[in-house]
């Protein structure tokens, strides 16, 4: 049986280094859009939600704090591949949409994480991915209510 200090280590590198690969696979992906891993989940959010999200409710969704959000917004809107639903009027409450090109472009990256998805998982069944993700929720649940202390 692994010892406390064990577990610990593991877990915390293994944690760490996934996020650093992970990190690294988005930016590299994502620069020939001009896009960083920070653009990501806002993306994901809206692609998911055509009719659009408020700056409220995509950081809710990326749990995220609405001055990312304002940050992440700009530069995807200055990119052309976000807008506000209504252009005219107060932008206050006004729903982020993607544009055509922003929906372009996530088909695009889709294709590419959906490969990258696969090359990851590969020799993985169905079964020990859920129950992985399972139990990362469980360790994630954990560390949240320790954090809250």
């Given at each position: 049986m692994l010892s406390y200090d064990d577990?610990?280590?593991?877990?915390?590198?293994?944690?760490?280094?996934?996020?650093?690969n992970l990190q690294k696979i988005k930016n590299e992906k994502l620069a020939r859009f001009g896009l960083r891993s920070?653009?990501?989940?806002?993306?994901f959010q809206l692609d998911k939600n055509p009719e659009g999200l408020t700056?409220?409710?995509?950081?809710?969704?990326?749990?995220?704090?609405?001055?990312?959000?304002?940050r992440?917004?700009?530069?995807?809107?200055?990119?052309g591949y976000v807008s506000y639903s209504n252009r005219e009027g107060s932008h206050?409450?006004?729903k982020f949409?993607?544009?055509?090109?922003?929906?372009q472009v996530m088909h695009e990256v889709r294709i590419i994480l959906e490969d990258a998805v696969e090359q990851v998982t590969a020799g993985i069944t169905e079964e020990q991915l859920l129950q992985f993700y399972t139990i990362?929720?469980?360790?994630?649940?954990?560390?949240?209510?320790?954090?809250?202390?």
């Open positions: 577990r610990f280590l593991r877990f915390s590198f293994a944690i760490d280094q996934i996020a650093k920070m653009h990501l989940m806002s993306l700056g409220t409710e995509l950081a809710r969704r990326c749990q995220v704090d609405k001055a990312f959000v304002s992440v917004t700009g530069d995807l809107c200055q990119a206050y409450n006004n949409i993607l544009t055509e090109t922003g929906l990362l929720e469980q360790l994630d649940n954990g560390l949240c209510q320790i954090s809250e202390n």
